[in-house]
Every structure is written in structure tokens, then in C-alpha cells.
T-cell receptor, first 116, second 115 residues
Framework: DAEITQSPRHKITETGRQVTLACHQT?????MFWYRQDLGHGLRLIHY???????NKGEVSDGYSVSRSNTEDLPLTLESAASSQTSVYFC???????????????FGPGTRLTVL | LAKTTQPISMDSYEGQEVNITCSHN???????ITWYQQFPSQGPRFIIQ???TKVTNEVASLFIPADRKSSTLSLPRVSLSDTAVYYC????????????????FGRGTQLTVWP
């Protein structure tokens, strides 16, 4: 069955280190997204991509970067991790035919990141 | 992108019908209304989407009045497993090259179902 996976599921790192969170989907979806979820804020969009070599900033993109070299993967990099980036990170994908909001988004299981 | 307002929490008992209302006063003509469900330690899951009137699937119904400034997610005969956070999203389909790029999930409604 097609799916979307994230790795690692849990990560502890130190302030200032570079961290990369992986996201892989097997649906061949055009659109991919990264969100962070914090208590009291719901889900907030970090970056998104419409397709290969396309990336766009979301609501809370400072301190994060993404690159899309193929359809299946959208890794999220924290260039210099900060304690404020301690959060749960979700990756999602959608087919892309109807646009971001009309498409159903399929979410991964999440990565819990702790920055000490 | 129209922002949404939902109750922070709701309680119900097993077997009851639950209605969660979402306000979106600034909804635009092209906007759709979408609801997601999230269980603890999981990513959100699509429940239902609509544009106007009523939409029903095997999980829920979505009622949208004529002015579209609100919508109501209806869960028939809830069970303990329906305890989750429910998010209402409003927005249109983005085309490639759009400069908008904001998807607003909001804080959602925590539904707790009691035995």
C-alpha cells in the first residue's frame, strides 16, 4: 500500500547542530508539506512544494529549509537548531490536481524533536 | 485565506450525535471547507470536505448554510474512539505560482467522548 513515512520518529539534539528530518511518500503526489505542531498553536505550515525543484515558504519558515530533488522526498533541515524549534513535526502530501486546499492531505506519523 | 473559529473543547457521551460548528465569516467565493481529525500521537486525517449545502460520507456529515459563513460537522452516534481533535480549514485551491501559501489549521476542537 502507498504510504508516507517520516524518520526519525524521535530525535534529541543540541542547540546549534544541524538536523535533517526525512519525509518519504509512495503515492507519487505532486504536493508535499511540512508542519510543526505546538501546544496552543495547532498545526503551522513551515514549507511546501508543488513538485520537483519547487519550494515555498509557509507561515513559520525562519530557521528551516527544504529541497525537492525527486517526487518522493522532501527533507526538512534545521540549519542551526534552537530550543524554540522543539516541537512535533508532520509531513504531508497531496495529489495536487485540485490545489492545496481542495486536495486531501495525507499526513505522516510525525517526528518529535527535542533541542536541548 | 479565511481564518476559522471553533470551540476549544466539547464533551459528549457514547451513542450521542455531536455537532461541531466552525465560523468563517470572511470565506471567499472560491473557498472550500475541509475538516480533519487528529488522534494523539498521530497526524491529522481527512474527514470531509464541502462547498455548500450538505455533504455526507461514511464517517460524518457537513452542513453549510446558504451564506457559508459557518459550517457544522456532525458525527452520528459517537464512540470512545471518536475522542480526538477536529480541525476546520477554509481555503481555495492554490495554483502553481501562487504567493499565498498559508494553510491555517487553527487550534481545533478537542472532542472527548465519555462512556
Amino acid at each position: 500500500d502507498a504510504e508516507i513515512t517520516q524518520s526519525p520518529r524521535h530525535k534529541i539534539t543540541e542547540t546549534g547542530r544541524q538536523v535533517t528530518l526525512a519525509c518519504h511518500q509512495t503515492w507519487n503526489h505532486n504536493n508535499m508539506f511540512w508542519y510543526r505542531q505546538d501546544l496552543g498553536h495547532g498545526l503551522r505550515l513551515i514549507h511546501y512544494s508543488y513538485g520537483v525543484h519547487d519550494t515555498n515558504k509557509g507561515e513559520v519558515s525562519d530557521g528551516y529549509s527544504v529541497s525537492r530533488s525527486n517526487t518522493e522526498d522532501l527533507p526538512l533541515t534545521l540549519e542551526s537548531a534552537a530550543s524554540s524549534q522543539t516541537s512535533v513535526y508532520f509531513c504531508a502530501s497531496s495529489e495536487g490536481e485540485g490545489g492545496i486546499m481542495t486536495d486531501t492531505q495525507y499526513f505522516g506519523p510525525g517526528t518529535r524533536l527535542t533541542v536541548l | 485565506l479565511a481564518k476559522t473559529t471553533q470551540p476549544i473543547s466539547m464533551d459528549s457521551y457514547e451513542g450521542q450525535e455531536v455537532n461541531i460548528t466552525c465560523s468563517h465569516n470572511n470565506i471567499a467565493t472560491n473557498d472550500y471547507i475541509t475538516w480533519y481529525q487528529q488522534f494523539p500521537s498521530q497526524g491529522p486525517r481527512f474527514i470531509i470536505q464541502g462547498y455548500k449545502t450538505k455533504v455526507t460520507n461514511e464517517v460524518a456529515s457537513l452542513f453549510i448554510p446558504a451564506d457559508r459563513k459557518s459550517s457544522t460537522l456532525s458525527l452520528p452516534r459517537v464512540s470512545l474512539s471518536d475522542t480526538a481533535v477536529y480541525y476546520c480549514l477554509v481555503g481555495d485551491g492554490y495554483t502553481r505560482g501562487s504567493t499565498l501559501g498559508r494553510l491555517y489549521f487553527g487550534r481545533g476542537t478537542q472532542l472527548t467522548v465519555w462512556p
